[in-house]
């Protein structure tokens, strides 16, 4: 059954750093795109960060702040997270090229002081 699940969310203040996971289950972890995206309270489901075999593309917002990885041994991508701000308060979740309708839980993170 494909899968995504979302973990390493969490609270934090302002400028602090989290560290997000996303595995994935072998049959959508998808060797050339990978995506990490957020949706804010009231807010539309944004892109966050793609994460292909070769580079990481980053929205603007996020951009020198956020580092996207991954581990195609394990099915796994991660989403580094630093100098957070209140805007980055969402549910994030990962989403594979493979299976663009399939979704995770997510995982909360809340920046706040």
């Known amino acids: 059954q494909a899968q995504l699940v979302e973990s390493g969310g969490g609270s934090v203040q302002p400028g602090g750093s989290l560290t997000l996971s996303c595995r994935a289950s072998r049959s959508i972890f998808s060797e050339s795109a990978m995506a990490w995206y957020r949706q804010a309270p009231g807010k539309q489901r944004e892109g966050v960060a793609i994460i292909t075999d070769r580079t990481t593309h980053y929205a603007d917002f996020v951009r020198g702040r956020f580092i996207g990885s991954r581990d195609d041994a394990e099915n796994t991508v991660y989403l580094q997270m630093n100098s957070l701000e209140s805007e980055d308060t969402a549910v994030y979740y990962c989403?594979?090229?493979?299976?663009?309708?399939?979704w995770g839980q997510g995982t909360q993170v809340t920046v706040s002081s």
């Open positions: 989403n594979s090229g493979a299976a663009p309708n399939t």
